[in-house]
């Protein structure tokens, strides 16, 4: 038996067959998840010749008229997809770079019947920085939707356990990049909080960086400043003023 026939009967078993009746003349729950499974095969990024890496956030776009219909089950739908697509990935060799995250979303100019698809490979993200239980955090790194404190004296990123900020991504090295920060020297402000002043440094990371699409070394950052490491986006947000439990 054939991985999405074995989808379709868990599905049928896991909802009695209510969404299967419901989607008759619509979207197919068996034709998601060969698309998805699609995706995988289409996007697969070659690691090693026994491993390669696949996207592992998704999101599948619908018409408003299948997406209320898909309403009441799209929590056991997801999950059954989930389970088949890891099922797939152990078959081919291919690895995700952080959990599989299943979406369902409206678009405008889809028809009933008519769905899409679009991926990204999300890398797991972990921080272990060292800061004071209530830190006055005045700049941010975002993060696959996760926000990590940017205070002095700084952070190093980096696959291996021995980074503050640890992202699980093939292409990322063991320390593969530091954040520099420090708070400059303002008259009138009281001290360390002046101007932050921060900067980037390649640690000698294989693949090296890039800032704003420009492949650096080191540079200046400054509010909205995107360092890509890897597959992954790391984007400075400095911050107005706020306090935050870390």
Known sequence: ????????????????????????????????????????????????????????????????????????????????????????????????????????????????????VLSNAEASVSGHARYSARSRTRAVLEVNGTRHPLQPPGLVVGRGSEADLRINDPGVSRRHVEFLVTAGSDPAAAPGDGPLQIEVHDMGS?????????????????????????????VVRLLEEEVVDV
């Open 1 to 116: 038996m054939g991985g999405l026939q074995r989808f379709e009967q868990r599905l049928e078993q896991a909802i009695s067959g209510v969404f299967a009746r419901t989607f008759r003349s619509a979207v197919q729950p068996v034709e998601i998840a060969a698309a998805l499974q699609r995706e995988l095969d289409n996007k697969a990024q070659i690691l090693s010749r026994d491993r390669r890496m696949v996207p592992n956030a998704f999101s599948v776009e619908l018409a408003q008229s299948d997406l209320d219909r898909l309403g009441p089950y799209d929590s056991a739908l997801a999950k059954e997809l989930t389970q088949q697509l890891q099922e797939h990935a152990d078959l081919q060799s291919y690895v995700f770079p952080g959990p599989i995250r299943i979406g369902f979303e409206a678009a405008p100019d889809l028809g009933t019947g008519r769905f899409r």
């Open 206 to 234: 294989t693949n090296g960086i890039t800032v704003d699409g420009q492949r650096v070394k080191r540079a200046t950052l400054t509010d909205g400043s995107r360092v890509q490491v890897g597959h992954t986006s790391l």
